[in-house]
């Protein structure tokens, strides 16, 4: 076991596939890099006042942020945003959101109604939030889209990069006997073919380890460049924490490091889901470049039928709970807003489900492999 670690640790693969994700996510957070003085006064101002956002206090944030303020044609200004956010805690409702996501989707018949009815179930969350003050709590004016950075940005980058990483270190690994052409000496006896499971186990951590360095390395920097401070206390459900001019929603109380906790953890378990769907394949194939393109093509197929499903039945959502849909919906797990949404116990259904599926196929592969005359 020690002997694979250190083999999977010194594969340019590994450090190919790190070293490009950093500097991937290092210029997505230079792209937000403008709104840093923002944070820093944001910050600034909310340890002085303390205060939840009302129609008395907003006057008291507006006469910090306005003198900083740079406005730009098109973008609206933090009086607008801020007026618009009072609107929010006084009449947003489900119906609003309801709306405007059906509208995004062009959702009709069944698909709508489902809609409408979950975020009827969400209307009492924004209720709750609304008497509690959770509503209220302030956060860095979002019309720069800066919580998008650590709600979106961040996560999706980090899933995709880390089930890439995760993918290709297991087909490498479990393919790399048959590509040197050794496999005829190696896997001589029942005995000798077992090493495939150390293999499959070492890679399968490999590729956790490679999403929590791509993860650490990138919120770390994130922190240094976006100090946010005590912001990580301010609560999801906030008007302050937007999807456009719309809350965004948790089913769950979290802050918003929770929130990006719960997303780290949820990417760990897709990474692990993807890893394994591929040792399925490859031990099949025998060959990582055929595993890759057919795994490839099948999430193509589903993506394909996903999205071009027709959006007047409820069906259009049921064909979502598949490993593609929950790696796209990175950043916007177990939270809605105006423009997605998340099924109650959407992540743990597609994890257990499709974990049971894969973890079945590659039990089976891993038999038959033990079994076959190579």
Not at 27 to 53: H, M, T, Y
Not at 152 to 177: D, K
Not at 353 to 361: I, K, M, N, S
Request: some cysteine; glycine content about 8%; hydrophobic content about 45%.
């Amino acid at each position: 076991m020690r002997d694979e670690w250190k083999r999977q640790m010194c594969r340019p693969l590994f450090w190919g596939i790190l070293i490009g994700s950093i500097l991937l996510n290092m210029w997505i957070l230079a792209n937000f890099g403008g709104q840093r003085e923002l944070v820093r006064k944001s910050r600034e101002i909310w340890d002085e006042l303390q205060l939840p956002l009302s129609e008395e206090t907003a006057e008291k944030y507006l006469e910090a942020l306005e003198p900083t303020e740079e406005k730009q044609t098109g973008i609206p200004t933090f009086r607008q945003i801020m007026d618009g956010t009072l609107y929010m805690i006084r009449e947003m409702d489900s119906e609003s959101m309801a709306e405007a996501f059906s509208s995004s989707l062009r959702l009709t018949g069944e698909a709508k109604e489902y809609v409408s009815t979950e975020y009827g179930k969400l209307g009492k969350i924004l209720e709750e939030n609304r008497e509690s003050g959770r509503a209220a709590s302030f956060f860095v004016p979002c019309s720069r889209d800066f919580f998008a950075l650590f709600s979106r940005w961040i996560p999706l980058a980090c899933t995709l990069e880390s089930i890439l990483a995760g993918v290709l270190l297991m087909m490498q690994s479990v393919s790399e006997t048959f590509a040197t052409g050794t496999a005829a000496v190696v896997y001589t006896t029942k005995a000798g073919r077992k090493i495939q499971d150390s293999r499959r186990r070492t890679a399968a951590s490999a590729g956790v380890l490679f999403t929590i360095c791509i993860w650490g390395v990138t919120l770390m920097t994130a922190c240094v460049v976006f100090p946010l401070g005590s912001l990580w206390k301010t609560p999801v459900g906030s008007m302050m924490l937007l999807d456009s001019f719309f809350p965004i929603l948790s089913r769950i109380p979290l802050t918003a490091a929770g929130y990006v906790g719960m997303e780290f953890m949820i990417s760990i378990a897709a990474a692990l889901l993807f890893s394994y769907i591929s040792f399925s394949l490859v031990t099949r194939n025998k060959n990582s470049f055929v595993s890759f393109i057919q795994l490839g093509f099948g999430c193509t197929v589903i993506y394909t039928v996903t999205s071009l499903f027709p959006k007047n039945s409820r069906f259009y959502f049921i064909l979502q709970y598949n490993p593609v849909d929950l790696a796209r919906k990175a950043g916007h797990w177990m939270v809605s807003g105006g423009h997605f949404f998340s099924p109650r116990y959407y992540e743990v259904i597609v994890l257990l489900c499709w974990g049971g599926l894969a973890g079945a196929a590659a039990f089976a592969a891993r038999k038959k492999f033990l079994a076959e005359d190579l």
